[in-house]
């Protein structure tokens, strides 16, 4: 599959989000307002033409039953490995984790971030909360962290960087181009989250290998 973006230069990504299952709209939305090109994701020909991704939060063991019915399993592992970026929230964290703790023996990941997530790590559905969370690298305050049967990261590897922590649990983490959260930013007003992903990933279509597309203008 192609490494090269799919936007040149200047242009809006394309950000897809990941549509077998979870709070798919909120992030189109929260993207189409952070300034991406938004659109659902569910085939493998259309994995191909986006510029990112997002993985919405619902249930982990679902999604991957479904990415690898929907054949999306070993194509976005690849284009994962290829450095597509890529934001998981909640169920998303735990799809982008390379190894996770109380899951489903069945169940696959996506991988991408060197880090060992917890499942349900704050407890059940109604132990869900919210809390003011201060993210590395967002300013003008903190975001209301949504926890709704939040995972948690137990471990990262030396590459992981820790972007954030909730009474000392890391719940925000990035490597290189793949993002974690947690906690639902889609679901509050506030995309601040959001728009550090899509300044990620036209921070990479700008930087991107191969000079195909040109450095027409300024940069955005
Ligand atoms: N506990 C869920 C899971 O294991 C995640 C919950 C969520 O995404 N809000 O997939």
Known sequence: MSTLPVSSAGDPPVIGVLALQGDVREHLHALAESGARARPVRRP???AEVDGLVIPGGESTTMSKLAVIFGLLEPLRERIRDGLPVYGTC??????????????DDQETFGG?????????FGRQNESFEAAVDI?????GPVEG????????ESVGGDVEVLATHEG?????RQGAVLATSFHPELTGDHRVH?????????GQRSAPGGGHGEVGRSR
């Open 45 to 47: 020909e259309e994995l």
């Open 91 to 104: 169920a998303g964290m735990i799809m982008l984790a390379n190894k996770i703790l109380d899951g489903r």
């Open 113 to 121: 971030i060197d880090m060992i997530v917890r499942r349900n790590a």
């Open 136 to 140: 590395a690298g967002i300013d003008d």
């Open 146 to 153: 949504v926890f709704i049967r939040a995972p948690w990261v």
């Open 169 to 173: 649990h890391m719940v925000a983490v």
């Open 195 to 203: 728009a550090l992903f899509v300044g990620m990933v036209s921070g």
